[in-house]
């Protein structure tokens, strides 16, 4: 059924009782008597202000005791207090003391009484009866609330203004109540018992049943009757929620499949863009940035990241998939109406070849770290700075740069990768504090070592002393200062055999095809140890220093059962060259009688340079033959190639490991095919490596025309070698060079391409075991004629003969002569 519309008018409805009731319409009166009232006499008392039955004018209605008052009309009650009579009982006071929109105004009008249709008479006035106080309620105007209409039962029907009071509003308030105790003023009606004047036709207004839409906070408890201010604190924010998704859903679909507003990959603003156009842009301005070279830097090193190399290249396709999906949060559409979303590029990336790029680039940064320590250069000590190690971060540096790059970091700006750092031990003051109170004084005189008898001594030079100190780290962070035994023996040599006898280590004895162990004998003498321990406390004193020795057993270096134990019993490989040059043979002759007697232990490694030291004059060698530039020149030390060669084809049958040679630039034709090996001192050295269980003697046997090497120790394997046909054939050039004192002529060889492949077999069932191939590249050795500088111009004048001179004769017939070429290596 239609309800009366809240908040159309402001209008407020008064009950027949007098007092303000709720907004439902009130019910309407039962019939009554007929009977002409103040309103059928005088018409114009319609608009006269009413007040309540019962009261006298300008008072306010008196209150009855809370006790003969039902729940309902105590409610209304309360709703109307003295000095505001327009007050409705169900609207809610605006917070604050604010007015709302909804309570009375100064000049609005009120709607007395029930409304009545149209169409029918006016109800009839009550009529003015006098109430003695006291005295019982008429039954027939006493109605319960069961028997009373709703407000849901009432027909709502437009008003008629010749059917209703309009009573202006008065802005001031009511007068204050009248003493009870005045008869002029009796008591105001209350819902149950009207005590004042008679009831308005119809009877009291019905009362409410207790619980049914009555809220404590003044609303009726139905929602479509909500005071206006309540029910626009929900439309406002629901208004600006329906607005917001409208504006959400219009963004939405505006957008479509393009790529999100303020998207930005690698530095390229991709915003706005389909995913094709999107492609493009990536493709043109942030693919050739990625391939690009980039600067990289670690610590203090620089270098080049080449992305190509290491396969990393923009991945556009997989890129725009990952950016062109819209954001359905609405937070982050909004967002970016103001920011921009960064987004990394896709990149594909060779993690095997990013990481042989990585390590090529380590290569530059990786450092050992270096203690502050103190370095002798025979007796002048040095001070070294320590310097941090450091690590390049393999891993933390593939990340920099994929990360760089799938941002689109500029090309020249440096990629920053990380480096380990690993700190020193030793810092620079604890060297300088053992530079000053050890190494200086323990360098400024000799130490003199007397026997227990005191009739012999033996001075230890300044020099013995330099080389034998030693600097350690320690993990305190001090530099331990040491005398090492070894190294004092060595340099001492036989100068310690003063005191007793000294030892003689076990050696191994050919004789024939067969070989033997020579055993050790201990000595007796001063122990280099001992003496090592009794140095180093003198060494802080003032000179003169002197320590007694204290003689003992001295051991072998290489006892008998140390060189039993190494497996030498048998001929292993044995190789022989001849040689004609006498100058060579000389040089060849020295170096053989160095190396004989070598002994190699289990996994070390042999190098030539390394054991026979410096070749020079000093040493015995001589000028010979040697290969520089292409071409035959001379050389102290020369002919070493021809000893290095017989070695390195004993090595080659021995089965040993090349470590490394390198064979003559052209090829010599005394010396086997791809096997022969040249070396030349501080440059070309010739490596190999005892890769058995067993040691390796080495015997030389050298005569004017032939040199031998032999490998004594454990044979493990038959060797067969296999040479390849001669390929790619390179035919010698010719040239003439003038002979000042230092051309050597050159009969000329061809150039050519050779593989040699060593076969390895069993011993007992020559089943072979494995091969390998040296591949050797000669180059053609050229032909060079040795010819005689050319004569010097003639004198002009001499040779005029008006001015006195003879004429020439012409030169004699000469025929260039080449003499023979001169052996090599």
Not at 210 to 225: P, V
Request: hydrophobic fraction near 35%; proline fraction near 12%; charged fraction near 20%.
């Amino acid at each position: 059924m239609p309800q009366e519309p809240r908040g159309v008018s402001d209008t407020v409805r008064l009950q027949p009782d007098g007092t303000v009731g709720s907004s439902r319409p009130a019910p309407p009166a039962p019939p009554a008597p007929t009977k002409a009232g103040p309103a059928d006499a005088d018409p114009s008392a319609a608009a006269e202000p009413l007040a309540p039955a019962g009261t006298a004018e300008g008072a306010a209605p008196q209150p009855s005791t809370d006790a003969e008052q039902p729940a309902d009309a105590e409610q209304r009650a309360d709703a109307e207090q003295p000095g505001d009579p327009g007050q409705p009982v169900d609207t809610q006071p605006p917070a604050d003391g604010e007015p709302s929109e909804d309570s009375p105004q100064p000049g609005d009008t009120q709607v007395i009484g029930p409304p009545v249709e149209a169409d029918g008479p006016p109800p009839p006035a009550a009529p003015e009866q006098p109430q003695v106080p006291g005295s019982p309620t008429p039954a027939a105007e006493t109605t319960s609330p069961a028997d009373s209409p709703t407000a849901a039962d009432a027909p709502v029907v437009g008003s008629a203004v010749e059917d209703t009071a309009v009573v202006p509003r008065v802005d001031t308030p009511a007068a204050g109540p009248a003493d009870n105790g005045d008869a002029a003023h009796p008591t105001a009606p209350t819902g149950s018992s009207p005590a004042g004047a008679p009831s308005a036709p119809g009877g009291p207004p019905p009362t409410r049943p207790t619980g049914a839409g009555d809220d404590s906070d003044g609303s009726d408890g139905d929602g479509d009757n909500a005071p206006a201010w309540r029910r626009r604190r929900v439309l406002v924010p629901v208004a600006v929620l329906l607005t917001l998704g409208v504006l959400y859903g219009a963004d939405l679909a505006l957008a479509g499949g393009d790529v999100p507003r303020g998207t930005v990959v690698g530095g390229v603003d991709v915003s706005g863009l389909s995913p094709a156009a999107a492609a493009q842009r990536l493709e043109g301005d942030l693919a050739p940035k990625v391939a690009a070279d980039h600067p990289v830097v670690a610590d203090d090193v620089t270098g080049v990241l080449h992305p190509a190399s290491a396969g990393i290249a923009l991945d556009v396709p997989a890129t725009v998939d990952a950016v062109d999906d819209q954001p359905l949060n609405p937070w982050t559409r909004l967002t970016s109406l103001f920011t921009d979303r960064d987004v990394d590029a896709v990149l594909t990336a060779d993690e095997t070849a990013l990481a042989a790029q990585v390590e090529q680039l380590a290569a530059t940064v990786d450092r050992a770290p270096v203690d502050a320590t103190i370095t002798l250069d025979g007796t002048e000590p040095t001070l070294v700075e320590p310097v941090d190690g450091r690590t390049l971060d393999r891993a933390g540096a593939a990340e920099a740069i994929t990360a760089t790059l799938a941002a689109g970091g500029a090309v020249d700006d440096p990629i920053e990768l990380p480096v380990d750092v690993t700190e020193v031990q030793v810092a620079a003051e604890e060297a300088a504090r053992v530079l000053e109170e050890t190494v200086v004084p323990a360098l400024s005189a000799p130490v003199t070592v007397v026997g227990p008898a005191g009739s012999e001594s033996v001075e230890v030079p300044v020099t013995a002393i330099a080389a034998s100190l030693t600097f350690t780290p320690q993990d305190d962070g001090t530099l331990a200062v040491a005398v090492d035994p070894a190294t004092l023996q060595a340099q001492m040599g036989e100068a310690f055999g003063v005191f007793g006898s000294p030892a003689q280590d076990a050696r191994f004895e050919v004789s024939g095809d067969t070989i033997a162990v020579v055993p050790s004998v201990d000595g007796q003498g001063i122990n280099p140890a001992q003496l090592a321990d009794q140095l180093l406390p003198v060494l802080t004193e003032p000179a003169p220093r002197t320590v007694t020795g204290v003689l003992g057993p001295v051991p072998a270096s290489l006892t008998t059962e140390q060189a039993q134990a190494l497996g030498i019993t048998e001929k292993v490989s044995s190789f022989t060259t001849e040689f004609t040059n006498q100058a060579s043979g000389t040089n060849i002759r020295v170096v053989a009688a160095e190396v004989d007697g070598a002994l190699v232990r289990p996994g070390e490694t042999f190098s030539l340079n390394g054991y026979t030291g410096p070749r020079g004059t000093a040493q015995g060698y001589v000028p010979a033959a040697v290969i520089s530039g292409g071409e035959l020149s001379k050389a102290v030390g020369g002919g070493i190639s021809q000893f290095a060669t017989t070695m390195f084809n004993t090595v080659f049958f021995a089965g040993l490991e090349d470590v490394y040679h390198k064979p003559h630039s052209f090829y010599i034709s005394r010396y086997p095919a791809g096997r022969e090996a040249t070396v030349y001192e501080g440059q070309i050295d010739l490596k190999w490596r005892n890769d058995t269980d067993t040691g390796i003697y080495v015997q030389t046997e050298w005569t004017p025309s032939s040199l031998t090497v032999t490998f004594w120790g454990t044979k493990y394997y038959d060797i067969e070698s296999i040479s390849s046909e001669r390929r790619n054939i390179r035919e010698p050039a010719v040239q003439e060079k003038v002979d000042e004192g230092n051309c050597t002529p050159q009969s000329g060889s061809r150039g050519f391409d050779i593989t040699v492949t060593r076969v390895f077999r069993d011993l007992a069932s020559q089943a072979e075991l494995r091969r390998e191939d040296f591949e050797t590249r000669y180059a053609a050795e050229a032909i060079i004629h040795c010819v005689p500088p050319p004569a010097p111009p003639a004198d002009p004048a001499a040779a005029d003969p008006a001015a006195g001179g003879a004429a020439p004769a012409g030169p004699p017939a000469t025929t260039p002569t080449t003499p023979p070429p001169a052996p090599a290596g």
